[in-house]
């Protein structure tokens, strides 16, 4: 059966095509910002909560940390609301067909967010009465949202391959995982693994402003994180390679060096994650910092052009026209701009109230 003939009909967009493709590309990377430290405080807390099973002082790092993990939750999963719904503006035609067909592994991640989330809270109000049962808590955290994760890696993977598609006629119960695609686990790894890394950023940072404020014990904890950073790094480079490998050889080179743009993109990705390493072991956190958010900006657009590539033959006759209606598109950057500056403010207050004293 011709793929073709199981692409839905797009709808008409009412700006330009590349117009959405820039919101998409921008709120993605402020996702997977926010994605991978979420994830990376989870397990921050997971190896605090095993390393000091009896704390000794009355504010212990995991305490701390999982304070905030509501937050941070709340800030991932409303960061990635932008970022699918412009997908399923450009792409709608592509990602509704992938959710059907993992329809029961889609519907049920909304149940694993929320169980995720009970389990945060109860990590912190039980935190006294759970004693030695914490760690569990936060690994049973940790586990679910790597699922929801891993879920969502297959979903974008069968958006991309409408070949596979045709499964739905052997299996049509909505549990289809692309297990014929071999970039899948590279794939997810790869976010894992850059979790892991920020876990480790994270801990260099708060050793780094412990040890700013006196605390010379911290320095240990500043130089550890750093040194995890950059060795988690350096094995992101290796399941990188992985994944590059599970693209056929003439597309690799047809996606590099076909376009003029995707391969300096993709140099400059790896000149920043190599210098991100070299930053991490010299003990230069803010350095680390910003060279950490550039190579997964760089990574972001290099993981579109590769999907752009896969869809190519599919896109041209399935590519939604453009009717031009400004005036939804003024109101939305209004509604925008408007956003941006609440949470601005929010967040301003929110730093204030804490400088305060009580």
Same mark, same amino acid.
């Given at each position: 059966?011709?793929?073709?003939?199981?692409?839905?009909?797009?709808?008409?967009?009412?700006?330009?095509?590349?117009?959405?493709?820039?919101?998409?590309?921008?709120?993605?990377?402020?996702?997977?910002?926010?994605?991978?430290?979420?994830?990376?405080?989870?397990?921050?807390?997971?190896?605090?909560?095993?390393?000091?099973?009896?704390?000794?002082?009355?504010?212990?790092?995991?305490?701390?940390?999982?304070?905030?993990?509501?937050?941070?939750?709340?800030?991932?999963?409303?960061?990635?609301?932008?970022?699918?719904?412009?997908?399923?503006?450009?792409?709608?035609?592509?990602?509704?067909?992938?959710?059907?067909?993992?329809?029961?592994?889609?519907?049920?991640?909304?149940?694993?967010?929320?169980?995720?989330?009970?389990?945060?809270?109860?990590?912190?109000?039980?935190?006294?009465?759970?004693?030695?049962?914490?760690?569990?808590?936060?690994?049973?955290?940790?586990?679910?949202?790597?699922?929801?994760?891993?879920?969502? /890696? !297959?979903?974008?993977?069968?958006?991309?391959?409408?070949?596979?598609?045709?499964?739905?006629?052997?299996?049509?119960?909505?549990?289809?995982?692309?297990?014929?695609?071999?970039?899948?686990?590279?794939?997810?790894?790869?976010?894992?693994?850059?979790?892991?890394?920020?876990?480790?950023?994270?801990?260099?940072?708060?050793?780094?402003?412990?040890?700013?404020?006196?605390?010379?014990? &911290?320095?240990?904890?500043?130089?550890?994180?750093?040194?995890?950073y950059a060795l988690v790094t350096m094995l992101q480079f290796l399941v990188g &390679?992985?994944?590059?490998?599970?693209?056929?050889?003439?597309?690799?080179?047809?996606?590099?060096?076909?376009?003029?743009?995707?391969?300096?993109?993709?140099?400059?990705?790896?000149?920043?994650?190599?210098?991100?390493?070299?930053?991490?072991?010299?003990?230069?956190?803010?350095? /680390?910092?910003?060279?950490?958010?550039?190579?997964?900006?760089?990574?972001?657009?290099?993981?579109?052009?590769?999907?752009?590539?896969?869809?190519?033959?599919?896109?041209?006759?399935?590519?939604?026209?453009? &009717?031009?209606?400004?005036?939804?598109?003024?109101?939305?950057?209004?509604?925008?701009?408007?956003?941006?500056?609440?949470?601005?403010?929010?967040?301003?207050?929110?730093?204030? !109230?804490?400088?305060?004293?009580?």
């Amino acid at each position: 059966m011709d793929p073709n003939q199981l692409i839905p009909t797009p709808d008409v967009l009412s700006a330009p095509w590349e117009l959405f493709n820039l919101l998409l590309v921008g709120t993605f990377t402020l996702h997977l910002l926010a994605a991978n430290i979420m994830l990376g405080a989870l397990f921050v807390v997971f190896w605090y909560s095993i390393k000091n099973r009896t704390p000794k002082i009355p504010d212990p790092p995991d305490r701390l940390i999982s304070r905030k993990l509501p937050i941070a939750i709340a800030f991932t999963i409303n960061l990635g609301v932008p970022p699918l719904l412009f997908l399923q503006v450009i792409y709608g035609n592509f990602i509704y067909v992938s959710s059907v067909l993992m329809a029961v592994y889609w519907l049920s991640l909304f149940v694993l967010i929320i169980l995720a989330y009970y389990g945060v809270y109860l990590f912190n109000f039980k935190y006294d009465s759970l004693a030695r049962r914490r760690s569990w808590v936060m690994g049973l955290v940790i586990a679910l949202i790597l699922v929801v994760g891993f879920f969502f /890696t !297959n979903s974008l993977l069968l958006m991309i391959d409408p070949k596979s598609w045709t499964r739905y006629f052997s299996e049509p119960w909505g549990r289809i995982i692309h297990t014929a695609e071999p970039s899948l686990v590279p794939r997810y790894l790869h976010f894992v693994l850059a979790s892991l890394a920020t876990g480790g950023l994270i801990m260099g940072l708060i050793g780094w402003w412990k040890e700013k404020q006196g605390e010379t014990e &911290a320095g240990e904890t500043f130089s550890q994180g750093l040194f995890f950073y950059a060795l988690v790094t350096m094995l992101q480079f290796l399941v990188g &390679a992985w994944y590059l490998g599970t693209i056929p050889q003439g597309a690799l080179a047809q996606i590099m060096f076909e376009g003029r743009v995707i391969f300096p993109i993709f140099l400059l990705s790896v000149i920043l994650g190599i210098t991100s390493i070299l930053f991490g072991f010299s003990r230069l956190p803010w350095h /680390t910092t910003i060279t950490f958010v550039l190579t997964v900006l760089f990574m972001v657009l290099f993981r579109y052009a590769v999907r752009g590539f896969y869809l190519q033959p599919y896109i041209e006759n399935n590519r939604p026209e453009s &009717a031009y209606q400004f005036s939804p598109v003024f109101l939305f950057l209004i509604v925008l701009l408007i956003g941006i500056a609440s949470v601005t403010y929010v967040i301003r207050l929110a730093l204030r !109230n804490r400088r305060e004293p009580s």
